[in-house]
C-alpha cells in the first residue's frame, strides 16, 4: 500500500468513526426526547390512571382541580383551576374532600373521591398510606427526572440556569448543590438557610439553600436526619476513600429498591457530573454505612457502592459505571421522615 493509499484508508477511517458517533448521538438524543414525553408529573399521571397516593395527614388537591407544579418563588401568582361542581367522598374517615377540591387525608385506607362536574362525574380511587411519598417529595422527585431527560446530558457551563437562578450574577463554581436547591424549588419545596434549622417541625419536609455540600451535611445533621439508610427524594453525599473527605459531592436519591439484608438498589439525578446532569444506577451496602464517621471516633470510610449486575443495566440513558473507583456513600440527608 502506497503513502496515498494508507492516506485514504486513514481519512475513510475517520469518516467511518465520525459517522459512527453522529449517529449514536443522535439515537441517544431521540432516546432522551422520547423519555422527557413519557415522563408524567404526579398530576398527569393521576389524571390519566384514575388514581392518587396520599400520605397520611396529607392535602392535595383532587387532580381535576389541581394546579401544575409550580416554583416556589412563582407561588404568589399561583391560580388554582376554577371548581365547576361538587365533590363527594366514600369513606370520610380515609378521606375528606371539601367544596374547593382539597382532599385531606385522614387515615390509611381506601376510597372513591368523586368530582360532581358540569361535564360529568370523574371519580378517583385514593389510597392513604402511612408510607406514601410527600406531595413535595413526589414533585421534587419529578422535576429531578425531568431536568434528566431535558438537559439529556449536554455539557453545561459553570455559568448556567442553575447557578444563574441561585447567585443572581455570573459565578462559575461547583453546581451540584446548587442543582438540588434549584430542584427544590422548581417542585414547589421552599429551601431554607441552614441557620433556620431549629424552626423546622419533627417530621417536616426540609431541604437547605446551601450551595456548599458541607453546609448541606451540617445542617442535616443539626436536624439528627443524616442517616445511612436511602429514600427518594433524599439527598447522598459522597466521600472520597483516598483522603478520607467526607462531603466531595451531592445529588439527588430518585428511586430506591431494598434487595434485603441491607443491600438497596440506588438511582440519583446528579448535576455538576463532568458539568453535566446525570443519573446513576447502583448497588448499596448499608452494612458499611459510613454517616457517623465524624461523629465516632476512630471511624473512617468504607467501600460501600458497587457496580450494578450486567443483565440489570437496561437502560440506555443511566450511567452503571460508578464515576470513580475511590468515592464512597458518606451518608443521606433525610428532608422527610
Not at 370520610?92 to 368530582?115: I, K, R, S
Not at 406514601?132 to 457551563?157: H, N, Q
Amino acid at each position: 500500500m502506497n503513502r496515498l493509499q494508507r492516506i485514504l484508508c486513514y481519512v475513510l477511517t475517520f469518516l467511518l468513526l465520525i459517522s459512527g458517533a453522529t449517529a449514536l448521538a443522535s439515537d441517544t438524543k431521540t432516546l432522551f426526547t422520547q423519555a422527557a414525553e413519557a415522563l408524567d408529573s404526579p398530576l398527569t399521571e393521576a389524571l390519566q390512571t384514575g388514581t392518587y397516593t396520599l400520605r397520611t395527614g396529607e392535602t392535595a388537591y383532587v387532580p381535576s382541580v389541581s394546579p401544575e407544579i409550580t416554583p416556589y418563588d412563582e407561588r404568589a401568582t399561583l391560580v388554582l383551576p376554577v371548581v365547576n361542581g361538587m365533590f363527594e367522598t366514600s369513606d370520610p374517615t380515609v378521606v375528606t374532600v371539601n367544596e374547593a377540591g382539597l382532599m385531606q387525608a385522614v387515615a390509611p385506607g381506601a376510597a372513591a373521591v368523586v368530582y360532581h362536574a358540569a361535564t360529568g362525574n370523574v371519580s378517583f380511587d385514593v389510597t392513604v398510606s402511612d408510607d406514601a411519598l410527600p406531595e413535595s417529595v413526589k414533585a421534587f422527585v419529578y422535576v429531578a427526572r425531568r431536568e434528566f431527560y431535558e438537559t439529556a446530558r449536554s455539557r453545561l457551563p459553570k455559568y448556567n440556569k442553575y447557578t444563574k437562578w441561585y447567585y443572581g450574577k455570573k459565578k462559575e463554581v461547583g453546581w451540584c448543590a446548587v442543582f438540588t436547591i434549584w430542584c427544590a424549588n422548581a417542585s414547589g419545596n421552599n429551601p431554607i438557610d441552614e441557620n433556620d434549622a431549629p424552626s423546622v417541625a419533627d417530621g417536616a419536609t426540609v431541604y437547605f439553600r446551601e450551595g456548599q455540600v458541607g453546609n448541606q451535611y451540617d445542617a442535616f445533621q443539626s436536624l439528627g436526619r443524616f442517616t445511612g439508610i436511602p429514600r427518594p427524594g433524599y439527598l447522598v453525599i459522597y466521600g472520597d476513600l483516598n483522603n478520607n473527605y467526607r462531603t466531595i459531592h451531592t445529588g439527588i436519591v430518585v428511586n430506591v429498591e431494598d434487595r434485603g439484608e441491607g443491600s438497596y438498589r440506588v438511582t440519583t439525578v446528579e448535576g455538576n457530573m463532568s458539568n453535566t446532569v446525570k443519573s446513576y444506577t447502583y448497588l448499596y451496602d448499608s452494612n458499611r454505612d459510613n454517616h457517623t464517621v465524624g461523629v465516632e471516633k476512630g471511624l473512617k470510610l468504607q467501600k460501600n457502592m458497587s457496580v450494578l449486575p450486567q443483565e440489570e443495566q437496561t437502560d440506555p440513558l443511566v450511567q452503571y459505571k460508578l464515576h470513580t473507583t475511590h468515592w464512597c456513600v458518606f451518608g443521606f440527608c433525610a428532608s422527610w421522615q
